[in-house]
T-cell receptor
Framework: NAGVTQTPKFQVLKTGQSMTLQCAQD?????MYWYRQDPGMGLRLIYY???????DKGEVPNGYNVSRLNKREFSLRLESAAPSQTSVYFC???????????FGDGTRLSIL | EDQVTQSPEALRLQEGESSSLNCSYT??????LFWYRQDPGKGPEFLFT???AGEEKEKERLKATLTKKESFLHITAPKPEDSATYLC?????????????FGSGTRLQVQP
């Protein structure tokens, strides 16, 4: 029972570097999400994909891009990392709107 | 704008000492309210969904209730393994919006 798998678990980048965070789910869910979690601010939605082939902006999309590669995989890309993007990033998925979202264990990203 | 406020920010209980966590929300039509548990270094784990005022859900020592303005997570006779951060999130009744709005959480510590 893998559920939602995120890679890598930890990453340190220098300002200006790029990287892609990977997410895969094995629950045959239609919708997938990327959140960031910062101390005292709760989880905030970056981008989501309601179904394969569609993506939409969330609350804090600036500085990020996403790709819904297929029904299982949803990646998040930082093109030019900034210290303000230091955070814990969570991927989630669900069957559809108003159904519970299931989360991965996160990627801890530090940008120096 | 949807808002979720959780109180208290932190709560320390003795084993067996029952208490309640509060989640106050402002949303333009509630589609669902979700409770999650988050352990250190892990992603949020789904606990309950509540859809309408008056609804209650129970799981082991936890009971969630919902009114038109707030939700409570009651913890009866807690054990040390109940120590975690508890997150509340709401989804608005708007077909164009799939985001959950999360509160900042309540950190619960149960001492033996």
């Amino acid at each position: 029972n893998a559920g939602v798998t995120q890679t890598p678990k930890f990453q340190v980048l220098k300002t200006g570097q790029s990287m892609t965070l990977q997410c895969a789910q094995d629950m045959n869910h239609n919708s997938m999400y990327w959140y960031r979690q910062d101390p005292g601010m709760g989880l905030r939605l970056i981008y989501y994909s309601a179904s394969e082939g569609t993506t939409d902006k969330g609350e804090v999309p600036n500085g990020y891009n996403v790709s819904r590669l297929n029904k299982r995989e949803f990646s998040l890309r930082l093109e030019s990392a900034a210290p303000s993007q230091t955070s814990v990033y969570f991927c989630a998925s669900n069957v559809g709107m108003n159904q519970p979202q299931h989360f991965g264990d996160g990627t801890r990203l530090s940008i120096l | 704008e949807d808002q979720v406020t959780q109180s208290p920010e932190a709560l320390r209980l003795q084993e067996g000492e029952s208490s309640s966590l509060n989640c106050s929300y402002t949303v333009s039509g509630l589609r669902g309210l979700f409770w999650y548990r988050q352990d250190p270094g892990k992603g949020p784990e789904f606990l309950f969904t509540l859809y309408s005022a008056g609804e209650e859900k129970e799981k082991e020592r936890l009971k969630a209730t919902l009114t038109k303005k707030e939700s409570f997570l009651h913890i009866t006779a807690p054990k040390p393994e109940d120590s975690a951060t508890y997150l509340c999130a709401v989804q608005a009744d708007d077909t164009g919006r799939r985001a959950l709005t999360f509160g900042s959480g309540t950190r619960l510590q149960v001492q033996p």
